[in-house]
């Protein structure tokens, strides 16, 4: 299960930006080059948050399309998935321009009026 390293990154950012606050809410946004399963991921980050800031937080994941480009006759393509193909021009000549971002969006504290952000 390959979403333990991105839960473990995703707790140290959580923490860092909830500074000690109670999170309630964690909003991930990943690239479909990723391949994470949000079930997964947010079984992993509750194994990994356990006893920390974000224990009881609830984790959901917007996974992005990967965005392509062709090399052969420059057409921009959104796909669900890596396949290598312009399905313009079914040329293999196709650059990954978008879709390997993983960041965290936004996270949700316990008490919004507290916090200055
Ligand atoms: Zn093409």
Redesign the pocket.
Known sequence: MHEFSYAEALLDTVQRRAAGRQVVGVRVRAGAAHRLDEGSLAQAFELVSAGSVAADAELSLVTLPMVLE?R????RSESPDALAL?P????A??DVTSGEEFLLESIELAEPAADPA
């Open positions: 062709c052969a006759c420059q057409a312009c313009a021009c079914g040329e000549t196709v």
